[in-house]
């Protein structure tokens, strides 16, 4: 059975079925409980599973991973919710220098199984510090896995990967498609391999490689370019940390054009990478430069102005025509 549900659904009817399954599984953060959370992704889970295992915590981000932390060695599975994407950076030292760390200190004796979600990215007009674009500031850690879905299914698929995975895990939500649109997701149980991106779209003129709600502005892009006759491949990357070369190298290789498409700022933002890798593994395959369609280097603008800082379709077609005509 299927049924046609949207990413924060999504999101809520997973850790229902994976805290039923695992009694290891825990939810923790702020206002997760009774309130079930600031976009309602836990919501009924306090009423479900009480409140030993969901658990309202101060407002103190440190303080969440740091005692997730202690749980996950002793054998639980914390899934700790940061409100905003930018408060994680308020648990910035105990994700850097604890939680990313603990199997290499331990020499392999411990582990920490932990799940932190996070609503991520702009696009929903929200206040200073609730939109940021974080992926570049997590990616780079060792020992820190990093997902970004873009469906309702792939949300289920990576979620339980995610939970179930014996390390930790950076779960970016891209919160402006929370809701957005609807997909079938299976009820039966399955995951979504961390590590491997996904085609989304066949194409073989030009390779977008995009994550989380650009997914979709590259998909209607690609849709827009094929009326011109341009054939634009859609490479869903899904998982920042680690980067899946093969998909991304054997795309760039088909196509020989490359736009990586990302709404951080460009400046040492993740499409640098992807681009390095690919002209040190596939230079001779490229046609073209590869270009990059970001946002600009400064921060997230406040409600009046933010559509001015997000890049578009149009900005995405722009590149593709560059790449085409070089």
Known sequence: MTEKITIIQTINKTLFEEMARDP????????????????????????????????????????II??????????????CEMQFDGFTYEAFHQIR????????????????PIVIRAPYGGGIRAFEHHSELIETTFACIPGLKVVC????????????????????????????????FREDVPDEDYTVEIGKAKVAREGEHVSLF?????????????????QAGINCEVVDVRTLNPLDDEMILNSVKKTGRAVVVH??????????EIVARINEKALTSLQAPVLRVTAPDIQVPLA????YFLPDAYSVMRAVQQVMSY
Request: charged share 25%.
């Open 66 to 79: 740091g005692t997730a932390i202690g749980m996950a060695i002793y054998g639980l599975r914390p899934v």
């Open 304 to 307: 009046k102005t933010e559509h």
């Open 149 to 180: 879905p873009s469906t309702p299914y792939d949300t289920k698929g990576l979620l339980l990967a995610s939970i179930r995975d014996p390390d930790p895990v950076l779960f970016l939500e891209p919160k402006r498609i929370y809701r957005a």
């Open 97 to 112: 220098q604890h939680l990313s760390w603990m199997r290499a200190r331990s020499q392999g004796r411990f582990s920490c």
């Open 210 to 226: 995009a994550w989380g709600a650009y997914v979709r502005v590259c998909l209607e892009a690609a849709e827009r370019m094929a």
């Open 263 to 272: 709404e951080a700022p460009r400046t040492m933002g993740l499409g640098a």
């Open 24 to 63: 290891n599984v825990i939810v923790m953060g702020e206002d997760v409980g009774r309130d079930g959370g600031v976009f309602r992704a836990t919501d009924g889970l306090w009423a479900k599973f009480g409140e030993e295992r969901v658990i309202d915590t101060p407002l103190a981000e440190s303080g």
